[in-house]
C-alpha cells in the first residue's frame, strides 16, 4: 500500500510503533450514502461534544458523528461548554468520572453523557438516568446507537396513551386495534409486553417500538410481568433484570413453568458479563440485548422474532 512502519525503543521504558499509510482525502462535508445511513437516524443537526485526550480517538469519534450529520466540538479536556449541546462524550477515569460529571451537571443540567472509561475498569453505578457508561475500545456503532435511543425520545410522536397491564382493562388484541386507529396507521400484530421499571428506559423503548409500528403492553416489575403472560398470549416479551417486587429471572422461570402459551422472552439489561448471558439463559430466556439499547439490535429481535412466528405458522 506504499505505507511506511517506523519503531523506536528504549530498555526499561518500552517502545513507539508508527504507521504511515498514503489514503485519500474524504471530502468534510460528504455524509453517509444512501445505503450506509441507518433508516432511523434522529441524530442530524444535533450538537455534540466530544472530550477525548487521545488525538486518534478524537478524530476517530468527530469523523463518525459527522457523517450521521452532528454538529461536533471536541477538546482533549473538560473545559466550560457552551449551553447549547445535545450530548456529550465524556472519556475519563473511574476516579475522576464523579467530578466530571457533577462539573457537566451543574453547567449542562440533563443533557445525556455518554461516559467512556478504561478498558477493563468497573462502571460501577448508580447512574442518572441519562448517563450511560461504556468501556474503551470504543464501538461506534453502539455508541451512536445509543444517543440515536435517546435522541427519539424527543421525536414528534402520534398522541398515543399506552396501556398498562398492572390493572387488566381489556385483552391485548383490543388494546392494539385501539392505538392503530389513534395512531392513524396499521401496527404489526405482534403482541409484546415490555417489562421495565425504570420510566426512562420504558419511554425509550415505547418510543422506539412505536416508531417501528409495535405496540406494547406495559408491566413494572416481574410479578406483574408474570400475571400479563399467564392472561394474555404475548410473543415477545422484553423483560429487564434488576426491578422491584420480583426481579426479571425469577419473572422468567416463572413464565417458563406457570403461562400456558410460551412467548419468546428477551432479557434487556446492562449486566452485559458473560455469566450475565449465562443467567439468562438457565431462566429460559431466548436472546439477550444490553443497555444502552442500539436501535439496530432491537429491530434484529423484532424481525427475528416474526420470522420464527412465520416458520411456526407454516408448519402448522
Known amino acids: 500500500m506504499g ?3 517506523e519503531v523506536e525503543s528504549a530498555e526499561g521504558v518500552g517502545s513507539r510503533f508508527t504507521c ?24 442530524r443537526g444535533q450538537r455534540l461534544v466530544v472530550i477525548e485526550p487521545h488525538a486518534a480517538t478524537r478524530e476517530m469519534l468527530e469523523l463518525e458523528a459527522c457523517r450521521r450529520g452532528m454538529e461536533v466540538r471536541s477538546q482533549s479536556k473538560l473545559e466550560p461548554l457552551p449551553p447549547q449541546v445535545g450530548a456529550v462524550v465524556l472519556s475519563t477515569r ?7 460529571l457533577a462539573q457537566l451537571e ?10 467512556v472509561l478504561p478498558h477493563g475498569a ?8 441519562h448517563v450511560m457508561p461504556f468501556t474503551k475500545p470504543i464501538k ?13 425520545m424527543s421525536a414528534p410522536m402520534p398522541p398515543v396513551e399506552t396501556q398498562e397491564v398492572a390493572t387488566p382493562s381489556g385483552s391485548a388484541e383490543a388494546a392494539t386495534e385501539a392505538l392503530a386507529q389513534e395512531a392513524g396507521s396499521v401496527l404489526s400484530e405482534l403482541r409484546i409486553l415490555l417489562v421495565e421499571d425504570n420510566a426512562t428506559n420504558r419511554k ?35 423483560m429487564d433484570h434488576q426491578m422491584p417486587v420480583m426481579d426479571g429471572l425469577e419473572a422468567a422461570r416463572r413464565i417458563r413453568r406457570q403461562a400456558s402459551h410460551q412467548p419468546r422472552i428477551v432479557s434487556v439489561t446492562a449486566n452485559a458479563m458473560a455469566q450475565d448471558r449465562q443467567l439468562s ?3 429460559g430466556m431466548d436472546d439477550f440485548v444490553a443497555k444502552p439499547v442500539e436501535v439496530e439490535r432491537i429491530q434484529e429481535v423484532l424481525q427475528e422474532t416474526e420470522d420464527l412466528l412465520a416458520q411456526m405458522m407454516g408448519r402448522s
Open 3 to 5: 505505507g511506511e512502519i
Open 20 to 43: 504511515t499509510l498514503p489514503l485519500p482525502a474524504v471530502p468534510a462535508a460528504q455524509g453517509m450514502t444512501a445505503a450506509e445511513e441507518p433508516a432511523w437516524s434522529w441524530l
Open 94 to 100: 473511574p476516579e475522576q468520572m464523579r467530578a466530571s
Open 106 to 115: 451543574s453547567s449542562l443540567p440533563g443533557v445525556p453523557v455518554l461516559v
Open 122 to 129: 468497573a462502571a460501577v453505578g448508580p447512574y442518572a438516568a
Open 140 to 152: 461506534p456503532g453502539r455508541l451512536f446507537g445509543a444517543l440515536e435511543a435517546r435522541a427519539a
Open 204 to 238: 425509550v423503548l415505547l418510543h422506539l417500538l412505536k416508531r417501528a409500528g409495535y405496540h406494547a403492553d406495559v408491566a413494572q416489575n416481574g410479578l406483574e410481568a408474570v400475571e400479563a403472560a399467564c392472561r394474555t398470549a404475548y410473543d415477545l416479551v422484553l
Open 281 to 283: 439463559q438457565e431462566a
